[in-house]
């Protein structure tokens, strides 16, 4: 399993210093198609994406994010969609936090 990240260029970045393989620097308008991709990539078990590039994503692509237990998705940045708590017990399907 690996990760992956999506976004503007100086959102990547980072990523790609600490070592993720699967970086993916998208344009605003090129964002849905690449995210689109990334789904589709049965390697990958995490999905990071930017908090306000996770708003700017289309309400059924949205859906499709906060729905599917794999990849987890992760928005990183001063907006939280929900709790990591919660993402992990939806991709596992057990609480390890109990």
Not at 14 to 31: C, N, P, W
Not at 73 to 94: P, T
């Amino acid at each position: 399993m690996e990760l992956a990240a999506v976004g503007r260029d100086e959102f990547v970045q980072g990523f790609k210093l600490a070592g993720v393989r699967k970086t993916f620097s998208v344009a605003r308008d090129q964002l849905e198609a690449q995210v689109a991709k990334v789904l589709e990539d049965a390697n990958v078990g995490i999905l990071i994406l930017s908090a306000d590039d996770m708003g700017a994503l289309s309400h059924s692509l949205r859906h499709r994010l906060e729905t599917t237990p794999r990849p987890v998705v992760i928005a990183v940045g001063k907006r939280e969609e929900e709790d990591l708590r919660e993402k992990i017990k939806r991709a596992i399907g057990v609480d390890l936090y109990k």
